[in-house]
């Protein structure tokens, strides 16, 4: 067996080293966010919470899920996320597979095409217009069509589509599929991993999304969650909760509990990023793999 370097063994420490530190960076502040969530108004107050609560205290949380915009936002947000990551994976597939078709006509114009939005954007005021003219502003739809292809994912689906074998489609065709049939019974199962990682891209940017919720949408009845995340964080009073507490029109009922402000809102946040915590790892083995589209073949 052979012994490894010194080198190597001083990369394998520094390396080591370096993911604690990461590792440390990225699960203080969200453990310190549990925390604060779940302790007393002096304790809080008091500045002295680090990683371990005190004074455990859940009623932050008790009055929050007494805001019924808390449970629309949730289904909302959910709706969203899938609505827009299934809409996003079916049209970026169906753009993305004729490129790959030998003599398809139109192909050099329509990459071209997507080339250019890369490098150029419409602009807010533009898209604002298109959207008002399209009657999409305080729909649903508005927070999941407009997002619906990228040229950037275009091109990658392209790239992982063109790798797989091509006598598969030879024999899928010869047996008298079309292209539609080829693309859904042979290209999107052999793209497994191509979709999952998208799909948790996809599904992770529309649950943070809020800047389009605060453009487009109107009624509190249709704001994702991130809006009414946004709504207690910067309208809550930075001293103490007295009486009834007002978001927006978000309101939360506090009244005879030693709570502080700051365990409202962090309340409110791990509330919010927890349901992304619990899907990531069923992505996780698609995700390594996913990461390496496009590093091959251009």
């Known amino acids: 067996m052979r012994r490894e370097s010194l080198g190597s ?84 597939s169906l753009f993305a597979y004729p490129l790959t078709i030998e003599g398809f006509i139109g192909k050099k114009f329509l990459t071209i095409v997507l080339m250019i939005t890369m490098f150029f954007s419409g602009g807010l005021i533009p898209t604002y217009l298109l959207i008002r003219s399209l009657g999409m502003l305080n729909t649903f739809w508005v927070m999941i069509l407009p997002a619906a292809v990228g040229a950037y994912n275009v091109f990658l689906f392209r790239t992982f589509f063109s790798n797989i074998p091509s006598e598969l489609k030879d024999a899928a065709l010869i047996d008298g599929a079309n292209e539609v049939v080829v693309l859904f019974k042979v290209i999107l199962p052999l793209s497994k991993p191509l979709l999952a990682t998208f799909a948790l891209f996809g599904i992770v940017g529309s649950w943070n999304a809020w800047f389009e919720a605060l453009i487009y949408l109107q009624s509190q009845d249709k704001y994702p969650l991130q809006m009414i995340l946004r709504n207690y964080l910067f309208t809550f009073d930075n001293t103490a909760i007295q009486g009834r507490v007002g978001a927006g029109s978000v309101a939360v009922n506090a009244q005879g509990t030693q709570l502080d402000p700051q365990s409202i809102r962090m309340a409110v946040i791990v509330i919010t990023m927890f349901p992304i915590m619990v899907i990531y790892p069923f992505f996780q083995k698609y995700f390594t793999k996913g990461m390496f589209v496009g590093s091959i073949k251009g």
């Open 9 to 92: 063994r001083v990369f394998d420490v520094f390396n080591i080293i370096i993911m604690l530190l990461i590792l440390i960076a990225v699960l203080y502040p969200m453990l310190n966010i549990i925390s604060i969530s779940m302790s007393d108004s002096r304790s809080v107050s008091g500045g002295s919470i680090t990683i371990w609560p005190q004074g455990f205290n859940l009623q932050a949380y008790v009055d929050i899920f007494k805001d019924r915009f808390i449970y629309t936002g949730y289904m909302n947000s959910i709706f969203y996320a899938l609505a827009s990551t299934f809409v996003m994976l079916l049209f970026t």
